[in-house]
Nanobody, 129 residues
Framework: QVQLVESGGGLVQAGGSLRLSCAAS????????MGWFRQAPGKEREFVAA????????YYLDSVKGRFTISRDNAKNMVYLQMNSLKPEDTAVYYC??????????????????????WGQGTQVTVSS
């Protein structure tokens, strides 16, 4: 059974930091592209960050560039999202997702949530002003 389990969310003041973790099991995630998405109340889910299977390339939502960093540890089947300089507008439920990495076709659609096969249950991040 494929599982993605997020952790590390919580309540933080603006300007603070959080580190989200995603523990993957049930398949060989070392060959998958991994992504983080978020959904705020009343808004559509949006892409936040993604990383290729080998960690060689990363991709970010423009509004989080320079503040968020995605990384992975394939030996531990873990993906991380380090979030610094948090803003109230970062408040959302954050989801980890996985998809098979097939090269350039994956790169072309890496920001599209519907192209991801597996999803976690989400972790709440709340940033107070």
């Amino acid at each position: 059974q494929v599982q993605l389990v997020e952790s590390g969310g919580g309540l933080v003041q603006a300007g603070g930091s959080l580190r989200l973790s995603c523990a993957a099991s049930g398949r060989t995630f070392s060959s998958d592209a991994m992504g983080w998405f978020r959904q705020a109340p009343g808004k559509e889910r949006e892409f936040v960050a993604a990383i290729r299977w080998n960690g060689a390339s990363t991709y970010y939502l423009d509004s989080v560039k320079g503040r968020f960093t995605i990384s992975r540890d394939n030996a531990k089947n873990m993906v991380y999202l380090q979030m610094n300089s948090l803003k109230p507008e970062d408040t959302a439920v954050y989801y980890c997702a996985a998809r098979q990495d097939t090269g350039m076709a994956t790169v072309a659609t890496i920001r599209i949530g519907t192209r991801y096969e597996y999803w976690g249950q989400g972790t709440q991040v709340t940033v107070s002003s």
